[in-house]
């Protein structure tokens, strides 16, 4: 069975642990868009892994894992990762296959997002500064350098002069320092030397795969309203994070897909700027305060809110979920009460989906039903019946709010700390 994994909130859902639980079933992870933007952390035993560009899979000894050609890649930053796993006994070779088709990332592109979030002020839309939106931009454009120029160094080395002279231009007018073409072209000559014996035609490999019967599983980055056609725009990523982004990603046609499952935590958070209708001051104190919520890529603190069923309920409609992994239930045991918005009120009207612009979502109040909390540990339980009553009632109106079966229930960040429904 293909499964394709999405975040069905604003990202950080805990996709990479389920990756990590589902990739016990499949033979291949494949991951088909984002770039270095996107952590996903995986706890196993004492042993804390944050992977940026990786698949989660690689953790699972003898599974192959994939960047597809979705991806925008930062070479140091994949070499960096590659050698920090090998470092903790972690063996890539004849395990990670990297698309010469993937586009770089470059460090005018990093430059170029650092500027861009500077003159817009209070209007940030509050990105990674990863130079993810103007690689992206590169590529839309024609412009941009991928992963098969890097293994032909002559032809790698004359398009990327034309480019930094182009972009040290662009950023000699935004008050920035030129690059030096030189420092570049020799870092990233090396890193090239040493992505070689990875990068392959993976769309052709993934296709003989298919025919052994093997099964896939499509590692999403981000989050639904993080998509760049389906999310709060324009506080948004560069790329498509719904189900449809794992197809063009990878080159894996839709009718080879055969179920999504949608990631969501059982609250609400966001990294960066941008409306969240639920958000709420009482329980992002509480959840920092545990020592939650802090990206695994910056560090910066999530915003936190209730759980919003109006945002999962379109989630679901646009990926086609079919089933639900709901994560970090165990950040609710100590309350009395919760709330799930179940609607929205916009401009004196009651809504059930989230407008598409992003203005008339800011001035969107959410509407609240109450449920009563457990008060008591759940980070023990193994088994959906053994949960405290009130969490079953809490769960079961999440998958019936958002339309979609419940499947994986998580109550920790060990790997061991998840079960099925």
């Not at 589902?22 to 270095?36: C, F, H, K, P």
């Not at 298919?210 to 948004?236: M, R």
């Not at 063009?248 to 009718?255: A, D, F, K």
């Not at 009460?337 to 004196?348: F, N, Q, R, S, W």
Request: aromatic share 6%; proline share 4%; with cysteine.
């Amino acid at each position: 069975m293909n499964t394709i994994l999405v975040g069905a909130q604003w990202g950080d859902e805990g996709k990479g642990k389920i990756i990590d639980v589902l990739t016990e079933e499949a033979d291949i992870v494949v991951r088909s868009q984002g770039g270095n933007n996107a952590g996903h952390t995986v706890e196993i035993g004492k042993e804390k892994f944050v992977l940026h560009l990786i698949p989660s899979g690689i953790l699972r000894a003898g599974k192959k894992c994939v960047i597809a050609n979705g991806v925008v890649v930062d070479p140091i930053a994949l070499v960096g990762e590659i050698e920090g796993l090998e470092k903790r006994g972690i063996k890539l070779a004849n395990r990670l296959l990297v698309s010469e088709t993937a586009h770089l990332v470059l460090p005018y592109h990093r430059l170029l997002d650092e500027a861009r979030e500077i003159r817009k002020g209070r209007n940030k839309i509050g990105t990674t500064k990863r130079g993810i939106g103007p690689a992206y931009g590169d590529k839309a454009a024609r412009t941009g350098l991928r992963l098969i120029d890097l293994t032909r160094p002559k032809v790698f080395s004359a398009k990327l002069k034309a480019r930094i002279d182009e972009n040290n231009a662009v950023l000699k007018s935004l008050g920035g320092k030129p690059l030096s073409f030189k420092e570049v072209e020799k870092s990233y000559l090396a890193a090239g030397k040493k992505l070689a014996p990875y990068i392959t035609n993976t769309v052709i490999w993934l296709h003989t795969q298919l025919e052994s019967q093997k099964t896939i599983l499509f590692e999403g980055a981000q989050g639904t309203f993080l998509d760049i056609d389906f999310g709060t725009y324009p506080f948004v990523t560069s790329s498509n994070t719904t189900a449809g982004g794992s197809c063009t990603g990878s080159g894996i046609p839709p009718h080879r897909m055969d179920r999504v499952v949608g990631v969501m935590k059982a609250y609400t958070t966001r990294v960066g700027e941008g409306p969240l209708p639920s958000e709420d001051k009482e329980i992002s104190d509480m959840l920092h305060g545990m020592g939650r919520e802090f990206g695994a890529t910056t560090g910066r603190a999530r915003r936190c809110g209730w759980f919003d069923a109006v945002a999962t309920r379109y989630a679901r409609m646009v990926n086609g979920i079919d089933e639900l992994a709901i994560t970090n239930l165990d950040g609710l045991d100590t309350l009395k009460e919760l709330k799930i918005c179940v609607a929205y009120t916009c401009h004196g009207k009651k809504i059930q989906y989230p407008p598409s612009d992003a203005d008339d979502l800011a001035h969107c109040k959410p509407v609240y039903r109450k449920f009563a909390g457990w008060q008591q540990p759940t980070g023990d339980v193994r088994q959906f019946k053994k949960l405290p009553v009130a969490a079953q009632k809490y769960l079961n109106a999440l998958a019936d709010l958002t339309g979609a079966r419940l499947r994986i229930v998580s109550v920790g960040a060990q790997r061991d700390e998840t079960f099925r429904v």
